[in-house]
Structures are given as C-alpha cells and as structure tokens.
C-alpha cells in the first residue's frame, strides 16, 4: 500500500497514529511519531493552555513532519486552547469526548483537518453530518476513558464501516501488525494506538507506571468509574476503593469525591501506583518492552506487510 484516503488526508507515510494521551503523550513523543512516518498527536487534556503553546512550538522545532492536537471538548478552557492551536498554526486537531459540531467547522475555516473519537456507529454518523474529515472510533478495550455501550473494537469498526464514507481510523485493542491487519479487514484505512505509544521511551509516562505495565497479564485492567466516564485502569488500591463503594451502591457524588483533583497525573506521570488513576488498555498483556516511538512503527509496518503477504497466498483459501 503506498498511499490511502488516511495517509493523504494528512500527508504521512504510513496509516499510524498516536492517541492524544493525558501525562504521556507531549511533544517528544508526537514528534518522535512524525518523524518515524506517522502521526503524532500532542495531548491537549492534562496541559495548561501556555503549557500546550509550548509543547506546540517544540514540536514544530522537531520535526518538519505534519503533527496534531488532540483536544478533549470538555476541557474547561477550550476557547484559549483552540485559540493557541490556531494561533500556533497547528494543521490537524483531534477533538474527542464531545459533540463535534461545536468546533468542526471553526477550525476548518482556518484550514484544520478535523478527526473526531466516537464509540458508536450512532456518534460515528453524528461527525459525517458535523463535516469532520475523519473517524476515530474506539472500541472498548482502549485505555482511558470509553464509551458507555462497551462495544469491543472487532464489532465496532465494521459497524461503523457499514454507514460511514469519510476515512475510518480504528483505535482500541491495537498494538501490533497483526491488530493493524484485523483492523482493516474490518474496514478500516488508518489506527490509532495509545497503550503501545504510551509505553516506549518518549512517552511522558513515569517509570513506575511504565515497568508496572510491561509486567500486566489478561485481567488486569478493567473498566471503572462507570457512573461517572467510564474508564480503563489497572486494578490497584485505587480501584477497588471505587468498587467497594460502587458494589454499596455509592452515589455519582460520592464516587467524584473519591476520584478528587489529579488522580491521573498522581498514578501515570507521578508514578504513585497505589492511590493513582492507571488508564492503560487491554493491549497491554501483549506489550513487555519499552522501545522508541520509532521502533514501534517501524515495527508495526514490518508485520503488516509479512502477514499481508502470507495471507494473500493461494492456499490460505478455503
Ligand atoms: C494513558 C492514556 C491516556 C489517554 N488520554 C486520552 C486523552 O486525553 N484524549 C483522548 O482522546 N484519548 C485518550 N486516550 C485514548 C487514546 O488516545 C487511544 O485512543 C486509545 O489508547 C487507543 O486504545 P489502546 O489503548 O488500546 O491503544 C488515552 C489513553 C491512554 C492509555
């Protein structure tokens, strides 16, 4: 494959994108991204607004590759973030945990690609008629927060496929040439992987956090804080404070003051494993290193392209 509607649409080499990820993904890593052919995102969600101008500048000084931002809507300052990003001159923004069509057509009138982050096919039509340029739609197994409906990756990007016909970047459950390939025998022309990324030498990610999650088997994260947003972490002190008080039938309130201020920078950046917020994804009982952001693409591209080729071979048909 040389080019497809993902690579045009954003000027890169290969289909791969890095997740926008709070306290893991600044510009060291999206540029690191860039650089290796892909497509780095800075996470906009645990940055200050003039802290974001500067990862912003720094990454334009790393990399002469096309790069973005990934803008959660909630954020509390959106309208100084937004104002950053077109002042900074950004050319692609990935808005997620919102409704698009609040920011879509504003950014583009600067000349911004938009990409927005569902996790239902519902949602996934909702960006088309908003104009977004891009889908990502994120199935269940993703780190951090998810969707409510819990639908898994494989039964959520043909879903999507069926009714969508601007580019499908499938996230969730992704990390290897192998999950790459499934994703697009699904339908999809691009991923996006958060978990891999967060776990290579440029994320931001503490150490702690980073060897503990190289060391995670099958089971060991799972989805919490459903009455608030749903959110994959790693089973720790913390998350079974929020089971013990959900199973007693706590309320959202009582659950949010549990959560308090910070608990995701106390676990991923600060490296508290006990009393933070671990978001990582199920794809992580597959990963047992930490190699550069390069390696990770390069690698990913190597396995595509050696398993496309057994699996076009006549006798893999039955
Ligand atoms: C530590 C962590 C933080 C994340 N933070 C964000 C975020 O701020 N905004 C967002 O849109 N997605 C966020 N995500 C989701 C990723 O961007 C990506 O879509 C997801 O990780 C893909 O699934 P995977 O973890 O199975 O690769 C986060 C994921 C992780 C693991």
Not at 99 to 117: C, F, R, S, Y
Not at 138 to 158: D, K, Y
Not at 294 to 308: F, G, L, P, R, T
Request: net charge neutral; aromatic share 6%; hydrophobic share 40%.
């Amino acid at each position: 494959m040389k080019n497809n509607r993902v690579t045009s649409l954003f000027g890169i080499k290969y289909p791969i994108i890095s997740g926008g990820m709070v306290w893991c993904s600044g510009w060291r890593l999206a540029s690191a991204v860039s650089n290796a052919g892909g497509l780095g995102l800075i996470g906009a969600g645990s940055m200050h607004p003039e802290v974001l101008r500067e990862h912003i500048q720094k990454c334009k000084a790393a990399t002469d590759k096309p790069f973005g931002v990934n803008v959660p809507l909630m954020y509390p300052e959106i309208d100084t973030i937004m104002d950053i990003i077109v002042g900074e001159g950004v050319k692609i923004v990935f808005t997620s945990a919102g409704n698009p069509k609040t920011w879509t057509k504003k950014l583009q009138d600067h000349g911004i690609i938009v990409a927005h982050v569902v996790s239902s096919s519902k949602f996934a039509l909702k960006c088309e008629e908003a104009g977004v340029n891009a889908v990502v739609a994120e199935g269940f197994e993703a780190g951090g927060h998810n969707g409510r409906e819990e639908t898994s990756t494989m039964v959520l990007i043909p879903q999507v496929r069926k009714s969508l016909s601007i580019p499908l970047i499938a996230a969730g459950g992704i990390g290897t040439g192998d999950g790459m390939l499934a994703a697009f025998a699904l339908g999809a022309e691009g991923i996006q992987m958060g978990s891999r990324f967060a776990l290579t030498q440029e994320s931001s990610a503490s150490k702690e956090f980073k060897e503990l999650c190289i060391g995670l088997k099958e089971g060991d994260t799972m989805l919490s804080l459903k009455k608030l947003s749903p959110t994959r972490m790693i089973k720790n002190d913390f998350y079974n404070a929020v089971q013990t008080m959900e199973d007693r039938g706590a309320s959202a309130d009582e659950i949010r003051e549990l959560l308090g201020r910070g608990r995701s920078k106390k676990g991923i950046f600060e490296g508290d494993l006990s009393n933070g917020e671990l978001e990582i994804g199920q794809i992580s009982s597959l990963i047992d290193d930490l190699p550069s952001a390069a390696k990770v693409v390069e690698d990913v591209i190597a396995e595509y392209n050696s398993k496309i080729d057994k699996l076009i071979t006549a006798d893999s048909k039955f």
